[in-house]
């Protein structure tokens, strides 16, 4: 375990292939259709590529959902689908060996499903994702620099940059191990595809970076009225323009350790701050025995509580 977070690897059988390993995501969420999202989404994923090593995001799922390796006509058809789609889903990875180490996805939502009673949360979302060896690497004022260089073009409800557990939680078994091991960890979130369903103008939770656009922000007061509440050492609140601001806690991203009494008091604060706005699965649209209802809602408020 380094002095920040630990080094998760779980492998699936002797052949050595990653099912679990600790992360580095960005990701926001727009509430609100993807018509006339495309060329912000674009432009974020062109600055998430130009910090990589040259050809990192190499494969994307065929129609079956097996990967394939990218060719050049297939980029032209990724910035078709951004631009012109009514509703474009766009997932890219590295060639990795289990988990991909990097990817980005963008799930985009069609007009009509906006406005329809039982999907009024739903919500795009754009997730970029970055092993923990490229935060070791370039250090976290980098990677803090490239997480507000992609937010810079995105009109975002929320968002956050933050530790993760990188896993495929629809794999059998793999959501109990991620269950057993994030009490431990308050500070690494887990990556869950269905939160962009319902999740509308809350804030997902307490994070290293917690962007909050548009109602959020006003809701909280201002950028200065919530930089006056945040008392905790190392907490700053950085306006990005008067509709978009970000809350930075400290210069590393955190896991904490539950076992050693690491309990992240400035996430806790910011919590406390965002209580009314943090999102929480409806425990009645899914049953799930690997994370069932009140283990999931404990997780949730595990800064709360």
């Not at 810079?152 to 794999?171: E, H, K, R």
């Not at 400290?250 to 701050?273: F, K, V």
Request: glycine share 8%; charged share 25%; proline share 7%.
């Amino acid at each position: 375990m380094s002095e920040h977070f630990p080094h998760l690897r779980i492998e699936s059988d002797e052949q050595g292939y990653l099912v679990l390993r600790d992360g580095l995501t960005f990701c926001f969420y727009f509430h609100r259709a993807h018509e006339g999202l495309g060329p912000a989404i674009l432009q974020a994923l062109e600055r998430f590529q130009r910090a990589l090593p040259p050809q990192t995001l190499t494969l994307q799922p065929d129609s079956e959902g097996y990967w394939r390796t990218l060719k050049p006509s297939d980029w032209e058809h990724i910035q078709r689908s951004l631009l012109q789609d009514e509703w474009p889903q766009v997932t890219l990875i590295s060639d990795s060996k289990g988990v991909p180490e990097f990817s980005f996805s963008y799930s985009g939502v069609p007009m009509d499903v906006t406005t329809r009673g039982d999907s009024i949360g739903r919500s795009c979302v754009a997730t970029f994702g970055l092993p923990t060896e490229y935060l070791e690497r370039h250090g976290p004022e980098r990677v803090r620099e490239l997480a507000l260089e992609i937010a810079a073009s995105l009109p975002f409800t929320s968002g956050y940059a933050s530790l993760c557990f990188n896993a495929p939680l629809d794999l059998m078994g793999v959501r109990q191990r991620v269950r057993e091991l994030a009490f431990s960890y308050p500070g690494m979130e887990i990556i869950d595809d269905s939160v962009s369903q319902d999740i509308g103008s809350r804030v997902r939770g307490a994070h290293w970076l917690t962007f909050l656009g548009q109602p959020l922000l006003s809701a909280l007061g201002g950028a200065s009225k919530l930089r006056a509440r945040l008392s905790t050492s190392g907490t700053q609140v950085l306006e990005l323009d008067g509709e978009r601001a970000v809350v930075s806690l400290g210069t590393w991203p955190e896991a904490g350790d539950s076992t050693r009494g690491a309990t992240l008091p400035a996430y806790r604060e910011l919590a406390r701050i965002l209580e009314p706005w943090l999102y929480h699965r409806d425990s009645d649209t899914l049953y799930d025995p690997d994370f069932p209802p009140e283990e999931q809602l404990r997780w949730e408020r595990r800064f709360l509580d």
